[in-house]
């Protein structure tokens, strides 16, 4: 670390001067690249079949869920065995590591990182306006395929969603770009700390294969092994239980599947295990009002906009110690 | 010293142990072409970044337009334009829209853009590319490009990096005389070379870098002088006879050292190359060769390096 400047030295300016040109600078960028097509494309082909087959289990099977429209993107059609958003949560981190994996090293081995930092911003504004502009871009392209999804199942299923739907709806689409947001801020990361973009993609394609292949069953493993010999109580069994759903939840993609779940299927009550005391008085299957599901999912959506925070501000401190020269 | 645009005062650099700049004193004068010259690895790069405030000083102070670029480095990168070393641009956009790039980061209004634009790439001879992607232009394109940003900013002071390296002599002949034409238009000019011939000739002052250190700093003329020794050198060639002892007894010669066979490195206090023609041929000598000799930085820097080990 050698020297640094003394801390009562205090540097002047905005640190957002120049963060309008960069953001629009970035998102004309991604919105007219190959790369951005290509992405969507791939988003068009994971989502279609599930949504085509769930309006086609719903078109001819009279479903007694009041919530229509969101059963298109809950439902598990038997020809695909995966929903519309089970494959979103297999999907959003692929195209959020495509945006943003070399949004920051490209610019190093293109050698136009000290020329733009030359001129008169400051580095956060070059990284925040990249942040922004890559969950912008993000935004677009998944409000538009929300909009697809609802439109076919206007077109097919030929009634209206009701409010409440369109509500949880909108719902799904903040928590999901936050969810994209999380795994932006860590191929950001990556682009920071590695110089070369192989790498730098690499990594954090290893971290989404890791999370989802990988996590599960260690997770499984690390509570097995600190489990007790005997299970005495009901307590100890809720500890159990509740350590497995803390190290499950470590990964953004748990996060995102139980926020969705608690909008998209109202009549989800509690997320972890029930107890009887929380069955009483309850009719199973009755939808809980929007607000309350709301509360429920509280801490996840909190969680998934806190770890998009957290990654974002490491990957802040790592570029502001970098040396900008080749 | 209001003319004073650049003051470096103990500038010091430290990575881990090693002392990339170490404690340099200089200053720019506005209008001034200097020249921070030295080999790779001297420091250069290291003190202009300093200079910019993109790299923290690890002692000392620089003054740059009367700003600390520690402190308030938007108001330095505001008035100093900077060419990298091998400057890169967004090879998908065109020259135009690199520059409103710059532009837009520099808070410019849209109208005055495009004309500052139009006028900087017409003065960097430019102006027919302006509409081509980047990606088709050559290296000495994109350092005139990259003196178009300059010129597109009005920036007060210029810090090229290593302008003419990888460039062909037509682009560094080019280049050099677009440098001349930013010194002409009242700005100062700071660039850092390892070429030493190629950018002697335009630089008024330069500092030759060691390092870490300056070594030598003051005009070509003044560092020949220091470290050649003021005086006239010539180059003599020729056969027959005892020409070093003929050259040693002409009025005015101070010194005479062999360079090689038959040839001999005169100094004297002024031109004395018709009284060495004529000593020569009157001997019955053959004279072969009867050069003026410029001080070459390159010589100066030679010279002083090996002066320098051999005192060590």
Same mark, same amino acid.
């Given at each position: 670390?050698?020297?640094?400047?003394?801390?009562?030295?205090?540097?002047?300016?905005s640190?957002?001067?120049?963060?309008?040109?960069?953001?629009?600078?970035e998102?004309?960028d991604?919105?007219?690249?190959?790369?951005?097509l290509v992405?969507?494309?791939f988003? $068009?082909?994971?989502?279609?079949?599930?949504?085509?087959?769930?309006?086609?289990?719903?078109?001819?099977?009279?479903?007694?869920n009041?919530f229509l429209?969101?059963?298109?993107?809950?439902l598990?059609?038997?020809q695909?065995?995966i929903?519309?958003?089970?494959? &979103?949560?297999?999907v @959003?981190?692929l195209?959020? $590591?495509?945006?943003?994996?070399?949004s920051?090293?490209?610019?190093?081995?293109r050698?136009?990182l000290?020329?733009v930092?030359?001129q008169?911003?400051?580095?956060?504004?070059?990284?925040l306006?990249?942040?922004?502009?890559?969950?912008a871009?993000?935004?677009?392209?998944?409000?538009?395929?929300? &909009? %697809?999804?609802f439109?076919?199942?206007?077109?097919?299923?030929?009634?209206?969603?009701?409010?409440?739907?369109?509500?949880?709806?909108?719902?799904f689409?903040?928590?999901? @770009?936050?969810?994209?947001?999380?795994?932006?801020?860590?191929? %950001?990361?990556f682009?920071?700390?590695?110089?070369?973009t192989?790498?730098?993609?690499?990594c954090?394609?290893g971290?989404?294969l890791?999370?989802?292949?990988?996590?599960?069953q260690?997770?499984?493993?690390?509570?097995?092994g600190?489990?007790?010999?005997?299970?005495?109580?009901?307590e100890?069994?809720?500890a159990?239980?509740?350590?497995a759903?803390?190290?499950?939840?470590?990964s953004?993609?748990?996060l995102f599947?139980?926020a969705?779940?608690?909008?998209?299927?109202?009549?989800?009550?509690?997320?972890?295990?029930?107890?009887?005391?929380? %069955?009483?008085g309850?009719i %199973?299957?009755?939808p809980?009002?929007?607000?309350?599901?709301?509360?429920l999912?509280?801490?996840?959506?909190?969680?998934l906009i806190?770890?998009?925070?957290v990654?974002?501000?490491?990957?802040?401190?790592?570029?502001?110690?970098?040396?900008?020269?080749? | 010293?209001?003319?004073?645009?650049i003051?470096?005062?103990?500038?010091?650099?430290?990575y881990g142990n090693?002392?990339?700049?170490?404690?340099?004193?200089?200053?720019?004068?506005?209008?001034?072409?200097?020249?921070?010259?030295?080999?790779?690895?001297?420091?250069?790069?290291?003190?202009?970044?300093m200079?910019?405030?993109?790299?923290?000083t690890?002692?000392g *102070?620089v003054?740059?337009?009367?700003?600390?670029?520690?402190? /308030?480095?938007?108001?330095?990168?505001?008035r100093?334009?900077?060419?990298?070393d091998?400057?890169?641009?967004?090879?998908?956009?065109?020259a135009?829209?690199?520059?409103?790039?710059?532009?837009?980061? =520099?808070? =410019?209004?849209?109208?005055?853009?495009?004309?500052?634009?139009?006028?900087?790439m017409?003065?960097?001879k430019?102006?027919d590319?302006?509409?081509?992607?980047v990606?088709?232009?050559?290296?000495?394109?994109? /350092?005139?490009?990259?003196i178009?940003?300059i010129v597109?900013?009005?920036?007060?002071?210029?810090? =090229?990096?290593?302008?003419?390296?990888g460039?062909?002599?037509?682009?560094?002949?080019?280049?050099l005389?677009m440098?001349?034409?930013?010194?002409?238009?009242?700005?100062?000019?700071?660039?850092?070379?390892?070429?030493?011939?190629?950018v /002697?000739?335009?630089?008024?002052r330069?500092?030759?870098?060691?390092?870490?250190?300056?070594?030598?700093m003051?005009?070509v003329?003044? =560092?020949?002088?220091q470290?050649?020794?003021?005086?006239h050198p010539?180059?003599?060639e020729?056969? #027959? #006879?005892?020409?070093?002892?003929?050259?040693? #007894?002409?009025?005015g010669?101070?010194?005479?050292?062999?360079?090689?066979?038959?040839?001999?490195?005169?100094?004297?206090?002024r031109?004395?190359?018709?009284?060495?023609?004529?000593r020569i041929v009157?001997?019955?000598?053959?004279?072969?060769?009867?050069?003026?000799?410029?001080? *070459?930085?390159e010589?100066?820097?030679?010279?002083?390096?090996?002066?320098?080990?051999r005192?060590?």
């Amino acid at each position: 670390m050698g020297s640094r400047a003394p801390l009562a030295v205090r540097r002047q300016g905005s640190p957002f001067t120049g963060i309008g040109p960069v953001f629009m600078k970035e998102l004309a960028d991604h919105l007219s690249s190959v790369r951005m097509l290509v992405l969507t494309l791939f988003v $068009i082909a994971f989502g279609a079949f599930p949504v085509a087959s769930s309006l086609q289990t719903l078109r001819t099977v009279v479903d007694p869920n009041s919530f229509l429209f969101l059963r298109i993107f809950t439902l598990e059609p038997e020809q695909v065995g995966i929903s519309f958003v089970a494959a &979103l949560n297999f999907v @959003i981190p692929l195209m959020a $590591i495509g945006l943003g994996f070399d949004s920051v090293n490209s610019e190093f081995n293109r050698r136009t990182l000290s020329r733009v930092l030359s001129q008169p911003i400051y580095r956060d504004a070059l990284l925040l306006g990249k942040f922004l502009a890559g969950l912008a871009t993000f935004a677009v392209a998944l409000v538009a395929l929300w &909009l %697809m999804v609802f439109g076919a199942g206007l077109l097919l299923l030929g009634v209206p969603p009701r409010g409440v739907e369109v509500a949880r709806g909108l719902g799904f689409l903040v928590v999901a @770009i936050a969810y994209g947001g999380v795994w932006l801020a860590i191929s %950001m990361l990556f682009s920071v700390v590695f110089r070369s973009t192989a790498t730098s993609a690499l990594c954090a394609l290893g971290l989404w294969l890791f999370f989802f292949l990988l996590w599960p069953q260690l997770a499984s493993a690390i509570v097995s092994g600190v489990a007790p010999g005997e299970i005495r109580s009901l307590e100890d069994y809720a500890a159990l239980q509740d350590l497995a759903m803390g190290l499950m939840r470590l990964s953004p993609g748990t996060l995102f599947s139980e926020a969705v779940l608690g909008l998209l299927s109202p009549e989800t009550r509690t997320l972890g295990p029930m107890l009887p005391a929380q %069955m009483r008085g309850a009719i %199973m299957g009755a939808p809980l009002p929007f607000d309350q599901s709301l509360l429920l999912i509280w801490p996840q959506i909190t969680g998934l906009i806190a770890g998009m925070i957290v990654v974002f501000a490491a990957a802040y401190v790592v570029f502001q110690r970098e040396e900008v020269r080749a | 010293m209001a003319d004073t645009v650049i003051e470096a005062r103990g500038l010091t650099k430290i990575y881990g142990n090693h002392r990339a700049v170490d404690a340099i004193d200089f200053s720019i004068r506005r209008g001034e072409i200097f020249g921070l010259l030295g080999p790779n690895g001297a420091g250069k790069t290291t003190t202009i970044l300093m200079m910019l405030g993109l790299t923290e000083t690890s002692g000392g *102070s620089v003054d740059v337009l009367g700003f600390d670029p520690v402190r /308030q480095p938007l108001e330095v990168k505001r008035r100093v334009g900077y060419l990298p070393d091998a400057v890169g641009f967004y090879d998908h956009l065109t020259a135009r829209e690199n520059l409103r790039y710059t532009a837009r980061l =520099l808070g =410019l209004p849209r109208r005055e853009a495009e004309t500052r634009i139009a006028e900087a790439m017409e003065s960097v001879k430019l102006a027919d590319v302006l509409d081509r992607r980047v990606a088709t232009f050559s290296r000495g394109m994109r /350092q005139r490009l990259g003196i178009a940003e300059i010129v597109m900013k009005k920036a007060e002071v210029a810090i =090229l990096d290593e302008p003419t390296s990888g460039l062909d002599p037509h682009s560094t002949f080019e280049l050099l005389e677009m440098i001349r034409g930013l010194k002409r238009a009242g700005v100062a000019v700071l660039l850092s070379s390892h070429l030493l011939d190629r950018v /002697q000739s335009v630089c008024d002052r330069v500092a030759l870098f060691s390092k870490g250190r300056i070594a030598l700093m003051g005009t070509v003329v003044e =560092l020949a002088n220091q470290v050649l020794g003021a005086g006239h050198p010539i180059l003599v060639e020729a056969a #027959g #006879g005892d020409i070093a002892g003929i050259l040693r #007894g002409i009025e005015g010669v101070r010194s005479v050292v062999p360079e090689g066979e038959g040839a001999w490195r005169v100094v004297a206090d002024r031109d004395v190359r018709a009284a060495v023609a004529h000593r020569i041929v009157t001997v019955g000598g053959a004279l072969t060769r009867l050069a003026d000799l410029q001080p *070459s930085l390159e010589e100066v820097y030679t010279r002083y390096f090996e002066g320098a080990r051999r005192a060590a």
